[in-house]
C-alpha cells in the first residue's frame, strides 16, 4: 500500500487491543471442552415452531382463543393480514429472511424465552429475532453455538408489545384483541439483532432464561447471512412516511448515482414504517441519457423469480442478480409501476435530485422520456443499489450536511460523492462504495419523526434508532463515519446527551465489526439557533471527540471549515449563505480533508 500523508483536519486514533482479544469481548468465546461439557446438560436443539407455547394470535370474532399476555390480549389476525404478515409469509427486515409463523389464529405462534435450545444454521453477522414482551421491556443473556464447539453470549431485550419504541418497530397493529372487545391501540412488533463471532457457523441457540415477569417472547429467529460478492454503490435512508402522488397505475423512474460499479447489479425496496403492502408490479435498471431517457433499452429486473413484488409493512424486497455493466460515478434510472393506488410511502426527503413520474400504464421499459409528465425530488421506497463485486462499503451516517443541503441540484456535489471519486481515482486503498445514509434535520439522539403514522417531518428517527436498519444492515458495510450532533445541540441537547449517544454508536458498531470513525461537529455562528449555548455545547462535543478513544478515528471537520479568526462562525468562502450548511466549495473541502487510510478497517 501506498503511503498517503496525513490531511488537515485529520485526527488518528490508534488502538492497541489485538484481535484476539476483541473477539472475546464481542462474542464471549470459551473452549470447546467446557462448551461441549455445557451441552452435555441441556436437551438437544429443536426447529423453534417445535417450541412454541404460547398463543399470541387470534380472530376477532373469537378473540379469547388467544392469550398474549397472561391478561387476555392478543394481536389481530386480521390486522395481520392488512399488514402483509399472513401465516407462513418470509419477512425480508434489516437484511435478514424471517418467516412468520405458519399458524392459524388461535394456535402456538411464539415461545416464551426460557432458556431452549434452538436449531438454528448459517454464517452471518448478526442473529435477527422477531420479538417482543409483555408485561414491560424484557431482556436476557442467551448462548450462540458454533459448529466448532465454541459458543458465545448475547444479550437480548424486547421491547413492550403495547408500549415499545415506535421508532424501532417493524410492524405496529392499529388495534388489540380482549375477551371483552377490541381495542383501537397500537400493537408493536420488533426485530432485533445481535452480533455473530466472525466467520463462525451457527449450529443452535439458546434463548435467554426466563426473565420472570416481563416475559419475552420470540415469532422467528434466523442467521443475517453475510452479504459475500456484493458492494454498496448507492443508498438512501427513509426519513418519514409522507404523502405522494396520489399514484395509481403509475411509473416512478429515480435518478441515482452510484459510487463504484461492477459487473451485476440488484436494487433494494423497503416499505419502512408503512402499515400496509405496496405492490411493485415490474422493475428495470437503465444507465441515463438526460433527464427521464435511458441509454439503451432498460434491464428487467426479477424479484425471487417474478417480475414484481409485495413488500408486506415494514419489510423489504432485493431484486435478483442481474448481469447489468454498472459505471462508476454515473446516474441510473431505476423505474418500478405500481398498479394498485399508493396515497403514502417512505420516502428520503432531500434527494436533491430531479426524479420523474408517468402518466398511467406501466412504462418501466420506455427508453424515451415521453411517458415521464411529472417530476419529484425525493426518492420514494428504493433505498440501495448493490454491485457485483468489490471491496466492500464504506456508511456514512449524518444530517443535511451530509445529506448534500444547499448543493447544486442534480450536480452529485454532496460530500459523499466528492469523497467517492477520490477513491476513484487512487489506488493505495480499497475504491470502496460510498453509502449516503444522511437525512436533512436528523440527531443523535432524538426522533424527529416518531416512525408510525403519515407525517409531514421527514428528520428520521435518531441515529441510535435507526443504526440498525442505516448501518450496521447495509451491504457489506466495513467503515461507518459518524458525522452528527449540529441539530442535537441546536434544539437544546446537551453535550453529555451527544457524547452519550455516539458512544454508544461506537459500541454497538465495533461489535458488527466495523471500523468507527467519527467527525467533528462544524460550526454555525449566525444561524439563527446556533446560539452562544449551542455552540458550548458543540465545542465540548468535538473536545470529546478529539481526545477520547471510543471511536477508531477522529476527522477533525470542524477545522476544516471553521474561519481561523472567527472559530465559531464557518469561513466565508465555504458557506453556502445560511451558515449552517457549506456550499459546493465547502463540501468539496470536506471529502478533501479526509485521509482515506482512516477508512481502511
Known sequence: MAHLPPREGTVVRRRIWGTAAVLALVTGLVPVTSAQAAAAHRPGPLPLERLFDNRAVSDDARPAAADFDGSGGSLSA????????????????????????RTAPGGPDNVRADG???????????????????????????????????????RLTAPDWRSGPLATKSVALPHINTPGGQLAEKARLHVVTVPLAHGREVASVNLPRDPGAPDLHVFALSVRAATKGWTGTWSASTAGYTAVGPWSDRTVRLVVHTSTGGPRVRI????????????????????????????????????????????????????????FDVPADANLLVSFHLPGPVVAAPVHSQAVQRSYVSGPGDHTADGSPAAYTSTITSWPLLTGVDVGGGPGSVVLLGDSITDGVKSTQDANRRWPNVLATRLLNQSAVPAYGVLNQGISANRVVADRYPGD????????????????????????????????????????????????????????????????????????????????????????????????????????????????????????????????????????????????RLLVP
Open 116 to 154: 431452549q435450545s434452538v436449531r438454528v444454521r448459517g454464517r452471518g453477522d448478526a442473529l435477527a429475532f422477531l420479538v417482543a414482551g409483555t408485561g414491560g421491556e424484557a431482556s436476557g443473556t442467551g448462548t450462540v453455538r458454533y459448529r466448532d464447539g465454541s459458543r458465545g453470549s448475547y
Open 268 to 323: 433494494r425496496l423497503d416499505n419502512t414504517f408503512a402499515a400496509g403492502p405496496v405492490r411493485i408490479g415490474s422493475a428495470t435498471v437503465a444507465v441515463q441519457e438526460a433527464g427521464a431517457g435511458a441509454r439503451g433499452a432498460p434491464r428487467p429486473l426479477s424479484f425471487r423469480g417474478a417480475p414484481g413484488a409485495e413488500l408486506p409493512a415494514g419489510a423489504q424486497a432485493y431484486s435478483d442478480p442481474l448481469d
Open 453 to 596: 403514522g403519515v407525517s409531514t417531518d421527514t428528520g428520521g428517527v435518531s441515529a441510535l434508532h435507526r443504526l440498525d436498519r442505516d448501518v450496521l444492515a447495509q451491504t457489506s458495510a466495513r467503515t461507518v463515519v459518524v458525522f452528527e450532533g449540529i441539530n442535537d445541540v441546536r434544539w437544546g441537547a446537551s453535550a453529555d446527551q451527544v457524547i452519550a449517544g455516539l458512544r454508544e454508536i461506537a459500541d454497538r458498531a465495533r461489535a458488527r465489526g466495523l471500523r468507527t470513525v467519527a467527525a467533528t461537529i462544524t460550526p454555525c455562528e449566525g444561524e439563527s439557533l446556533c446560539t452562544a449555548t449551542a455552540n458550548r455545547q458543540r465545542e465540548a462535543v468535538n473536545a470529546y471527540l478529539r481526545t477520547s478513544d471510543d471511536f477508531d478515528a477522529v476527522l477533525d471537520f470542524d477545522a476544516v471549515l471553521r474561519d481561523p479568526a472567527h472559530p465559531a462562525r464557518m469561513l466565508p468562502a465555504y458557506d453556502s449563505g445560511d451558515h449552517l450548511h457549506p456550499g459546493d466549495t465547502g463540501l468539496a473541502a470536506l471529502a478533501d480533508s479526509v485521509d482515506l
Open 78 to 101: 386480521r390486522d395481520l393480514t392488512a399488514a402483509g404478515w399472513t401465516p407462513g409469509r418470509t419477512l425480508g427486515i434489516e437484511g435478514a429472511r424471517l418467516t412468520w409463523p
